[in-house]
């Protein structure tokens, strides 16, 4: 029996939840791709105005964007660190409920780009990877995460490390060409 909060910040939308064994307790988002750091921490005060101490956190790990990607993680770890409960991490894209047994998903990456990866049975079978809508044959966009889904899959992964699939716009002084 455990109580987890759900973070995810790897689209436009921020969603947080509070699930206790499978069952959603809370559940809340905010749509805005500019805006996680203030949505994330007052999403996960409402949810913990259920009353109900989570003794972990599961925290999507994109692929996205990289500044949502940062906001959400640091969140989750920091959430975790001060709490001393564990933190576990997922692939954000594996947890777009789907119910086809062949499928492609995708969430805009902005500069005109998707990240995206094809499943068969639930089960991921290729990628996460950025392209061009055109180079990706047969997906599915506009659809989010799903918190229950995230919780199911805490149990078979721990992605300790976000998935970044671009090289970042910013480049250390030290980095940059004369």
Wanted: proline share 5%.
């Amino acid at each position: 029996m455990s109580t987890t909060l759900v973070i995810d910040t790897s689209t436009s939308r921020t969603i947080v939840g509070l699930i206790k064994d499978e069952q959603i307790l809370w559940q809340g988002f905010h749509d805005g791709a500019t805006d996680h750091g203030n949505a994330v921490a007052l999403l996960a005060k409402q949810a913990l105005a259920a009353g109900v101490n989570p003794d972990r956190v599961v925290v999507g790990m994109g692929p996205g964007p990289f500044t949502g990607l940062r906001v959400g993680i640091s969140f989750a770890r920091a959430f975790a660190a001060a709490r001393n409960i564990e933190v576990i991490g997922i692939c954000s894209l594996d947890a777009i409920v789907v119910e086809q047994s062949e499928y492609t998903v995708a969430i805009d990456a902005r500069r005109k780009e998707i990240y995206w990866a094809k499943y068969h049975d639930g089960v991921r079978v290729e990628g996460p990877a950025v392209n061009f809508p055109a180079d990706v044959a047969d997906y599915i966009i506009d659809l989010y995460p799903d918190v229950l889904r995230l919780v199911q899959l805490s149990q078979s992964q721990n992605v300790s490390e976000p998935f970044y699939l671009r090289r970042p716009d910013a480049v250390a002084t030290a980095d940059r060409p004369s």
